[in-house]
């Protein structure tokens, strides 16, 4: 029997297979804000180097970011990240999420005003 981490390994899996197992492991509300949160200094991390020049901004930012979504992970979700076992898939999901919570399709209330499934 194949497990859904081994069929979201395998690269006939569509995207949305994995975005599915991402947001199962992004149930609980603090973790999804923490999420957004970190994406969202990641982002401001990223425009302050283009605007300054500097990586050590975009630095800062991807370290807040992982630091806010590990703490929802570990306290909060109480699961290992996907980014352990699935970085690239994981990192662009995180985005997928990101994006779909300024759309209004995933919210950060509660998981009944879910759209995005």
Not at 55 to 64: C, Q, Y
Not at 74 to 89: G, I, V
Request: glycine letters at 8%.
């Amino acid at each position: 029997h194949s497990t859904r981490t081994d069929m979201i390994k395998t690269e006939a899996s569509p995207k949305q297979a994995f975005y599915d197992f991402y947001l199962d492991e992004h149930q609980n509300m603090a973790c999804r804000r923490l999420h957004f949160a970190g994406s969202s200094f990641g982002l401001l991390g990223l425009v302050k180097s283009i605007k300054t020049g500097s990586v050590k901004p975009l630095a800062r930012g991807i370290a807040a970011g992982y630091a806010c979504a590990w703490v929802g992970h570990f306290f909060f979700e109480k699961n290992k990240p996907a980014s352990f076992k699935f970085p690239l898939k994981s990192f662009a999901s995180d985005f997928r999420m990101y994006g779909d919570v300024l759309r209004g399709n995933l919210s950060l209330k509660d998981r009944k005003f879910d759209k995005a499934r």
